[in-house]
């Protein structure tokens, strides 16, 4: 059985940073590329950033380049979302995904698995 648990949410500040850890199990991790999205309330889940099974690509939605960096580690079975210079707008519920291949994916239907979310609130 597959679980993401993401952690590393929070409160804070305009200008400030975050760093969100998916921890995976259940599934041979390295084989997978990983992506976060997020979903404010009342809007449609987005993706903000996608790495490739090897981390050798990554790929960002224009509005998080070069604030947000995501990186893997295969040995730990962890992605991570480093988020700096946040801003209110980047308000939401934060899920790592696991991906159909080792590609990554803006689509969310071509993800197979979710973890539970973790809350980032960015005040102003």
């Known amino acids: 059985q597959v679980q993401l648990v993401e952690s590393g949410g929070g409160l804070v500040q305009a200008g400030g940073s975050l760093r969100l850890s998916c921890a995976a199990s259940g599934r041979t991790f390295s084989n997978y590329a990983m992506g976060w999205f997020r979903q404010a309330p009342g809007k449609e889940r987005e993706s903000v950033a996608g790495i490739s099974w090897s981390g050798a690509r990554t790929d960002y939605t224009d509005s998080v380049k070069g604030r947000f960096t995501i990186s893997r580690d295969n040995v730990k079975n962890t992605v991570y979302l480093q988020m700096n210079s946040l801003k209110p707008e980047d308000t939401a519920v934060y899920y790592c995904?696991?991906?159909?291949?080792?590609?990554?994916?803006?689509?969310?239907?071509?993800?197979?698995?979710w973890g539970q979310g973790t809350q980032v609130t960015v005040s102003s």
């Open positions: 995904a696991m991906g159909q291949s080792r590609l990554p994916s803006v689509i969310t239907t071509r993800h197979d698995y």
